[in-house]
């Protein structure tokens, strides 16, 4: 029997995990999910990404839900084009964070919000080549305004400072979040590249910021009664801890296989669009 008093959040990472080896949307997902979510089911992502990009790859996929952006620094209302509660870094726990990243010679991205809704992105000195397609691939973008080496991003603290971003050497950047983790103002992810396992991200947030905690507030804010999650790299653990239904792609790395409590196909094969298909219809 189908139980009609659920409401259930389902919530999907999208690197690895809704986009394919292509790093897109599937036509036969975007279909899928399209076509629920007319039909009322409350289907979101939850990713590192800013709405700048999510946008462009959810352009063919209809989602009413708000998308968790940024790790979970804020969501992002897709209809009305606007962040929802943003959580911004403590001001005096700046300083001290980029002079860890400048000793261990990286130099990060540093994402501001704006009262206008803008993200600016300030870069000041050499980027490496990962940095470098980091910052080609996404300069066009609306939603999001690179700043490169201008006196306005030397300045620091910076109003507004969302998130602190750095790709490099795993070692190098594994080294710089153990530091960073000692600060209790800080919130730190740090973790592989999905296709070259050589290289980390890391991004440092204001305390308490994940996507478990966003997790939290969304399905407070929309009435779920259960939440459906899934995940493929250590960023998801967190939001997998506090769902009932937590879900690995095949291709997820082994921390993530280990904690879900189920596991589906590769994300090579819209199986989280079919997975979430398959518990809606069941209800």
Same mark, same amino acid.
């Not at 130099?107 to 501001?112: E, L, Q, R, T």
């Not at 993530?256 to 079919?274: D, F, K, M, Q, Y």
């Given at each position: 029997?189908?139980?009609i008093?659920?409401?259930r959040l ?6 690895g995990?809704l986009l394919? !080896? ?7 997902s975007?279909?899928i999910?399209?076509r629920?979510s007319?039909e #009322?089911?409350?289907?979101?992502v939850?990713?590192?990404r800013?709405?700048?990009?999510v946008?462009v790859l *959810?352009?063919d996929?209809f989602t ?5 952006v940024l790790?979970? @620094?804020a969501?992002?209302?897709?209809e009305?084009q %606007?962040?929802i509660?943003p959580? $911004?870094h403590?001001?005096q726990? *700046?300083?001290?964070m980029m002079d860890?990243?400048?000793?261990? #010679?990286i +130099? ?5 919000l704006?009262?206008d809704?803008?993200l ?6 050499e980027? +490496? %080549?990962?940095?470098?397609? $980091?910052?080609?691939?996404?300069q066009?973008?609306?939603l999001?305004k690179?700043?490169l080496d201008? !006196?306005?991003?030397?300045e620091?603290?910076?109003p507004?400072?969302?998130?602190? $971003?750095a790709?490099g050497?795993?070692? !190098? ?9 000692m600060d209790?103002r800080l919130?730190?992810?740090c973790?592989? =590249?999905?296709?070259?396992? =050589?290289?980390a991200y890391i991004?440092? $947030?204001g305390?308490?910021v994940s996507?478990?905690?966003?997790v939290k507030?969304?399905a407070?804010?929309v #009435?779920?009664? @259960? /939440?459906?999650?899934?995940?493929? +790299? *250590?960023n998801d653990?967190?939001?997998?801890e506090i769902a009932d =239904?937590?879900v690995a ?6 921390a993530?296989?280990?904690?879900? +409590?189920?596991? /589906? ?10 997975d979430?298909q398959n518990v809606?219809e069941s209800?």
């Open positions: 029997m189908k139980n008093l659920e409401k389902f919530i999907s990472d999208m690197d995990t394919g !080896s292509d790093s897109k949307v599937s036509a036969e975007a279909e999910i399209s629920l007319h #009322g089911a409350m289907i979101t939850a990713t590192a800013t709405p700048a990009t946008e *959810l352009e996929t009413s839900v708000p998308a968790i790790t979970g @620094a969501m992002w209302d897709r009305k %606007r962040y509660k959580v $911004f403590i001001l726990a *700046l300083p001290p860890v990243f400048h000793e261990s #010679g +130099n990060p991205f540093i994402y501001v704006g009262d809704g803008m600016r992105v300030y870069h000041n000195g980027m +490496n %080549r990962h940095e470098r397609k $980091f910052y080609v691939e996404r066009y973008l609306g999001k690179f700043i201008s !006196s306005e991003g030397e620091c603290p910076i507004g400072t969302i998130l602190v $971003f790709m050497h795993y070692g !190098s950047i594994e080294s710089v979040a153990e530091k960073l983790r209790s919130s730190v992810s973790y592989r =590249d999905i296709f070259n396992h =050589d290289i991004e440092v $947030f305390a308490g996507k478990s905690a966003a507030k969304l407070e804010m #009435g779920a009664t @259960a /939440i459906t999650v899934y995940g493929d +790299n *250590l653990l967190s939001m997998m =239904d937590s792609v095949a291709n997820a790395v082994p993530v296989l280990e904690r879900a +409590n189920r596991h /589906i196909g590769p994300n090579t094969e819209s199986s989280v669009a079919h979430i809606y209800r």
